[in-house]
């Protein structure tokens, strides 16, 4: 996608064919910076830090941190540790671990002096059909879009989504915006309520700042707000992502997702999750079986922003002394899901249609 017109995606190799250059999110929408992995550490940091985030780009910078470790030490010893040191960065999305068992899968059999180039061409593919999934799950999302317009005479189509699930948390088009930016493409009136989500503000920083840069036109809100928006008749249908999908439909995505679903329920709004094929935990028959991750309770107590003077700062918002909880994500039950956007088709947020519509989970 673009920002400030030019196109981007949020991983590529650097112009050495081997370091791995990544936007870092730290710093957006104030900064745009370009960081450089040139070792296992930098993409296992970019990762806990959260320079990357998002379920999709954590299992495709996995994918690079891999080669990266391979590159010093192709033992089998070694491999295993970068896949130990990368699965323990983030908990709960489970592309993660996907595409660290994707890489061992990949180069585990094969001789130690082919083991880096086969590593860097599986990462590329990685990479590459997530672009596509991507683009596929905006297609099957574009029509219930289009749907909506039909039905309202041509008038805006309201969307809230929550958190970021945009191109800058995927390798490339985003899996709740992508249906977005192919409705706006194809000059449907539509309109995003961009939740804020605290507590670091994906909505407000990343997702406000993708659909700024694509013209999309969006209104921040609190995340309080959604409720009234919903009351107000002002949404016609939210899409969010997700971090892990258990096989009944259950769905693991940023802390917030289940009391939107819930307010949607309550308004008769349908409310639809956009997901690969990589965000599903077939070995899961529960969300609740979903490991939530919880970080520092600083990013509670405390914001980043920008100064009116132009500095990037940090700054204490709670009572000092207080305890804080972080809970990073929640789980929203398939009942509360009038939908999956998978790359496959839309389909019923149950153990059955998901197994319909991937067979060869039929079994597991
Ligand atoms: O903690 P984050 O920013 O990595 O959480 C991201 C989300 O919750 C997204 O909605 C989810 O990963 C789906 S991304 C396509």
Avoid at 112 to 136: G, N, P
Avoid at 139 to 145: A, R, Y
Avoid at 169 to 175: E, K, Q, Y
Wanted: aromatic letters at 6%; proline letters at 4%; a negative charge.
């Amino acid at each position: 996608m673009r920002i400030d017109g030019k196109a981007y995606r949020t991983i590529w190799l650097a112009d050495d064919g081997w370091g791995v250059e990544i936007i870092d999110q730290t710093v957006l929408p104030h900064r745009l910076e370009i960081a450089r992995l040139s070792e296992l550490e930098d993409a296992a940091v970019a990762i806990a830090d959260m320079q990357v985030r998002g379920a999709p780009l954590i299992g495709a910078t996995a994918a690079y941190g891999v080669c990266l470790a391979l590159r010093q030490d192709q033992s089998d010893e070694a491999l295993d540790r970068a896949c130990e040191r990368l699965a323990m960065t983030r908990p709960t999305a489970i592309n993660l671990r996907w595409a660290i068992e994707e890489m061992r899968d990949t180069v585990r059999n094969i001789p130690h002096s082919e083991r880096v180039a086969v590593a860097y061409e599986r990462a590329a593919e990685i990479c590459q059909q997530d672009v596509e999934t991507c683009r596929r799950i905006g297609e099957h999302g574009l029509e219930l879009i289009a749907e909506h317009s039909r039905r309202k005479g041509g008038e805006t189509v309201n969307v809230l989504t929550h958190c970021n699930a945009g191109w800058l948390a995927t390798v490339d088009w985003g899996t709740a915006t992508s249906p977005i930016y192919q409705a706006h493409e194809a000059g449907i009136d539509i309109h995003v309520w961009v939740d804020e989500t605290r507590p670091r503000n994906q909505g407000a920083a990343l997702t406000a700042f993708e659909l700024g840069h694509q013209g999309v036109p969006h209104t921040i809100i609190t995340d309080n707000a959604g409720g009234h928006v919903m009351q107000n008749g002002d949404v016609d249908l939210c899409i969010v992502g997700t971090d892990r999908t258990a096989s009944n439909g259950d769905v693991a995505n940023k802390i917030g997702t289940y009391l939107k679903a819930l307010a949607a329920r309550d308004n008769g709004i349908p409310f639809y999750v956009a997901l690969p094929h990589s965000t599903i935990d077939w070995s899961l028959d529960s969300g609740f079986e979903i490991p939530i991750e919880e970080r520092d309770p600083e990013e509670v107590t405390h914001v980043w922003g920008k100064t009116d003077e132009g500095a990037f700062t940090r700054v204490e918002i709670a009572a000092p002394g207080s305890a804080a909880a972080n809970y990073a994500f929640d789980v929203t039950p398939g009942r509360l899901v009038t939908g999956l956007i998978t790359e496959r088709g839309v389909c019923e947020a149950s153990s059955a249609a998901l197994r319909e519509l991937y067979p060869e989970h039929a079994d597991g």
